[in-house]
């Protein structure tokens, strides 16, 4: 809605510019101040600036955004401990008490932490039942929520759909349980998926983009009837990972990678395509709602250009 975009734009810069430009004038005065130090302290913001870069990635790989945030806001304060030269005892009196509160409430989920409402984020790809999430992981790509959702009035709660979300909702994933019982009696091609076991000479090898959680890898596997190579890209390795605890396997996914011949790849599409040298009997874009999602910095758009089209072609 532009008259709202139009609104929140001037009110957010009203309230922004003036400190922003204030402490501008600030830094200015600071530098003017010590001049023969301006070097040295400018050096050390780009390193700090390029240091976080490195840093926050990684932290992403291992922690949740909120505690990498809190972690960054600690890491501040014991700095100001260290480079203090007076009053370096009452600052530490200050600064570690809080800093233990700030990490302690940041873990138990009271503050720097959202608290999104699964029913918004599964938007009606869940027919408008209820959901809760199960379990979240951040990286650097996206923040992953894997939901489950059961029958309105199902005291038990009985799963009925499972799905995992990034960030707000604009990718969603379908998650599909892998059971080889079905390989036995493959299933009669419907779908998407089915479609190319339809042609005369069905496909024998089949590279997936946007795999997922492996739902479209899986399906044309027991299309197949397991007689089927397939291959599979995912950008965000937190996808599958959700579904994978350590030492558990409830949706059969390790199973089904262990398969010979069935492989997933966590990698960009355009990058892994313009590597391989190989070809496949078909490629499947598993790009669901990509072109009707509209967001241009969304890292799948990537994948939905004129010179991705021409790599999956080759």
Not at 170 to 185: E, G, M, Q, T, Y
Not at 299 to 306: G, I, Q
């Amino acid at each position: 809605n532009p008259r709202t975009d139009a609104t929140k734009t001037l009110v957010l810069a009203g309230i922004f510019v003036p400190p922003f430009a204030v402490t501008g004038i600030v830094l200015s005065t600071c530098f003017s101040a010590g001049s023969e130090r301006v070097g040295r302290l400018y050096a050390l913001d780009l390193a700090g600036s390029g240091l976080a870069c490195i840093v926050a990635p990684l932290l992403l790989r291992v922690l949740d955004l909120n505690l990498v945030a809190a972690s960054i806001v600690v890491t501040l304060g014991l700095l100001l401990i260290v480079l203090l030269e007076t009053r370096r005892a009452l600052v530490a009196a200050i600064v570690l008490p809080l800093s233990a509160l700030l990490l302690v409430a940041t873990d138990a989920g009271w503050i720097l932490h959202a608290h999104p409402d699964p029913q918004v984020l599964a938007g009606h790809h869940l027919d408008g039942q209820p959901a809760e999430v199960e379990r979240v992981r951040w990286n650097e790509v996206s923040r992953v929520a894997l939901l489950r959702s059961w029958k309105e009035g199902d005291p038990e709660r009985r799963t009925r759909k499972r799905m995992i979300i990034h960030d707000d909702g604009i990718s969603n994933v379908h998650v599909l349980a892998f059971d080889p019982k079905r390989l036995a009696k493959p299933p009669k091609p419907s779908g998407t998926t089915g479609m190319p076991f339809l042609l005369d000479t069905p496909p024998k090898s089949a590279l997936v983009i946007f795999a997922g959680a492996g739902k479209d890898m899986i399906q044309l596997y027991e299309f197949a009837g397991g007689d089927l190579e397939v291959t599979g890209v995912e950008l965000n390795p937190a996808v599958p990972q959700l579904l994978m605890p350590p030492g558990e396997d409830p949706f059969g996914l390790r199973a089904f990678l262990a398969r010979p011949g069935v492989r997933l790849v966590g990698d960009e599409g355009r990058s892994f395509l313009d590597r391989s040298n190989r070809t496949w009997d078909l490629l499947f874009a598993a790009s669901n709602g990509a072109q009707a999602a509209s967001r241009g910095g969304h890292s799948r758009k990537f994948l939905d250009t004129y010179e991705a089209m021409a790599s999956y072609v080759d």
